[in-house]
């Protein structure tokens, strides 16, 4: 049976880097990736470039998705374009109505799709929140601490209810939803990375966050099976293990500079306007309380689905990322946004 796989969020890394892998594989018939710019080439050792993926330029938030996926007999729906930080034009409002609006909208295109039958969704561990009343571990059932209010993680979570609105409506489609912990590795920009390349790092003062991170070569294959295998269910994704923020700092040979919850929050704010230039922000209102109350959860039943284990465990994939921050590597500015 052929296979005609559409991909969102194909101009940044990890949704990239999906649509090549996909593209490789000799039992996919087509690959069509889909995003407001085209996407980058690939330029990690060993990936794949685009290939056989074809781009077409959409908005998520029109309707002329679902003219994409009738026109095109889409039958899986990889959907990669959250967005973990406000859009460099737009701030928060444009982010949300990408977040949401946009999954809104190809929601409603794949349930009047005769064709559609699997959609899998990237979501993120940020729903489960941080807080002092949290469990030691969450798994996928585990109801949040304290429900997330603001940014992202609240997106996720709208994002979420929707989605498990259209599996009840089109029990016919198989439905995978995929919470990740936050991805590392050596193509990865986002809010956390750009938090611990600082020079100095600053820490809330009392606290020592447990963290987990997922490579992005286990991100991809996670994926790349869910795209073409029947999983249905909510699953988390992670490396193995755990490591504190000490932990990280020292692996990274960073000085840190222990402040009031107050302070670190005016920090990153200082730290955002002095270095705009180059890509970094202040710490929103949910990284600063990952950044005290930290966030683990259980990776069981992705582990049971697919028989399979991540090649990197959390702090493998950490130390990836460090040692491709060295003297003589890009700087994370030169991949801002993908």
């Known amino acids: 049976m052929t296979q005609t796989v559409l991909v969102t969020g194909v101009s940044r890394h990890i949704g990239a880097r999906v649509a090549s892998v996909l593209a490789a594989d000799p039992a996919i018939d087509r690959v069509i990736g889909v995003d407001t710019v085209p996407p980058p080439s690939l330029s990690r050792d060993g990936g794949v470039p685009p290939g056989r993926t074809e781009f077409v330029r959409v908005d998520l938030r029109s309707p002329d ?62 729903v489960y929140g941080s807080s002092p009343h949290d469990p030691a571990v969450f798994a996928e059932d585990s109801e949040p601490g304290e429900h997330p209010g603001h940014g992202y993680a609240k997106d996720a979570s709208e994002v979420e209810g929707y989605v498990r609105g259209f599996a009840r409506r089109r029990a016919d489609v198989v439905v995978s939803t995929l919470r990740f912990a936050n991805f590392m590795g050596p193509g990865i920009d986002s809010p956390l990375t750009r938090y611990l390349t600082q020079p100095v790092l600053p820490t809330v003062l009392g606290f020592d966050p447990r963290l987990q991170f997922v490579h992005e070569d286990d991100a ?50 200082l730290m955002g ?21 930290g966030r683990v959860v259980d990776t069981t039943r992705l582990a049971t689905a697919l028989g399979w284990r991540p090649k990197f465990s959390t702090a493998a994939a950490f130390e990836d990322f460090v040692r491709s921050r060295g003297p003589s590597a890009t700087p994370l500015s030169t991949v801002a946004g993908r």
């Open 65 to 126: 998705i679902a003219q994409v996926i009738a026109a095109a007999d889409i039958d899986t729906v990889v959907h990669m374009s959250l967005v973990s930080a406000p859009l460099r034009s737009g701030g928060r409002a444009l982010m949300k109505e990408h977040n949401v609006i946009g999954t809104m909208q190809l929601l409603g295109a794949c349930q009047r799709s005769a064709t559609v039958r699997r959609v899998v969704i990237r979501s993120t561990t940020a």
């Open 273 to 293: 306007d002095l270095v705009k230039g180059v890509g970094l922000t202040g710490y929103s209102a949910e990284q600063v309380r990952l950044m005290r109350y």
């Open 220 to 269: 991809v294959e996670v994926l790349r099976r869910m795209a073409t295998e029947d999983h249905p269910g909510t699953f988390n994704v992670a490396g193995d293990g755990v490591l504190l923020l000490s932990q990280c700092a020292r692996r990274a040979g960073l000085p840190t500079v222990p402040l009031p919850a107050p302070a670190f929050r005016l920090m990153g704010d």
